[in-house]
């Protein structure tokens, strides 16, 4: 009798396991495709990169092959040594300092400037549809076009913006020469990318604000202000707190704009993380751990970032 309950046990879980791959057997085919290419293209390429970034793995000591001799792996194990060395270097504080400016003053402006062309496209006017076109453009622009557009318009010597300067009467500016110029350069040339997806994304939410609300609050004597602090701004937030981290993340890696306006110049004054990430991999001798530790450094960054910014949204009420 004994035996018999506990082959019923066993067998109770089998049979509801079968049960749920029977009922949902199509939501599991549908969905069997994006978990293996996500494994694919996202997770082998992360534990490969863990895994180099804990060893000494060079282009130098990296097996290959040529012709036919085969060259083995020659590097070895040595712990955390590579975050050691990143931690304690002087170059990271520095390029760590201007990729949280970098990314402050972009989403910063993203939002700012993005909410006041929503706002407007949320009212009533003329040729409404145009103009939504027309500050769409810059995003369906692929970046690196819009990159290499703003380093010819920002060209010391014939750039346009120059030439607009002489004409009326003005000295020209190193835009890309200069390193205070060079990070206004790239700011402009971001914001100008990220301000259509911030706008689109708030205008959404404040479509499905309640007219009623406003209109109430009005008749109750409330200015423009009081109507747009204790009714916009709370609206927005199921929108905005979900933009704003998604515009951070990829403020934070916008590799893109940088290396190809400045590529990280001038003197390193523009570069960030990312791009010193990309140069440690596939410039000079290729240093392929040095390069996995920084992209771990760099994830284990916006993890942290995005972990406070969801408890500070739930201290606020936010439901996520």
Not at 32 to 61: F, H, I, K, M, N
Not at 133 to 142: D, F, G, N, S, T
Not at 247 to 273: D, H, M, R, S, Y
């Amino acid at each position: 009798m004994t035996a018999d309950v506990v082959a019923t046990r066993r067998a109770a879980p089998r049979s509801g396991a079968r049960r749920l791959l029977s009922r949902h057997w199509y939501a599991w085919a549908m969905t069997a495709p994006v978990v293996v290419v996500t494994l694919v293209l996202v997770g082998y390429p992360l534990v490969r990169g863990v895994y180099l970034s804990l060893t000494d793995a060079t282009e130098a000591t990296l097996g290959h092959t040529i012709g036919m001799n085969v060259i083995p792996d020659r590097y070895e194990f040595v712990g955390l040594r590579n975050y050691a060395d990143i931690l304690t270097s002087s170059a990271f504080l520095g390029r760590l300092t201007w990729t949280v400016v970098w990314t402050v003053v972009c989403v910063a402006l993203h939002v700012g400037i993005g909410l006041g062309l929503a706002m407007l496209l949320n009212r009533p006017m003329r040729l409404r549809a145009l103009y939504r076109i027309l500050l769409v453009l810059p995003w369906a622009v692929p970046a690196f076009v819009s990159a290499f557009i703003w380093r010819y318009l920002l060209n010391g010597e014939f750039g346009v913006v120059n030439a607009m300067l002489r004409a009326a009467g003005f000295a020209g500016i190193s835009w890309l020469d200069d390193p205070f110029w060079a990070k206004v350069s790239v700011i402009a040339c971001n914001v100008w990318l990220g301000v259509p997806f911030m706008m689109l994304a708030l205008l959404g939410g404040l479509q499905s604000i309640p007219r009623e609300l406003h209109e109430a609050a009005e008749v109750d004597g409330a200015t423009p202000w009081q109507r747009f602090r204790h009714i916009t701004l709370p609206g927005l937030r199921p929108v905005s707190s979900t933009v704003v981290l998604l515009g951070t993340i990829w403020t934070f890696n916008q590799f893109p704009v940088i290396f190809l306006l400045t590529k990280g110049g001038p003197g390193g004054a523009t570069e960030i993380l990312v791009t010193y990430a990309y140069r440690q991999a596939f410039e000079g001798i290729r240093n392929y751990s040095g390069s996995a530790a920084w992209g771990m450094v760099i994830l284990a960054l916006l993890v942290v970032m995005a972990t406070v910014y969801r408890r500070a949204l739930r201290q606020q009420g936010e439901a996520w």
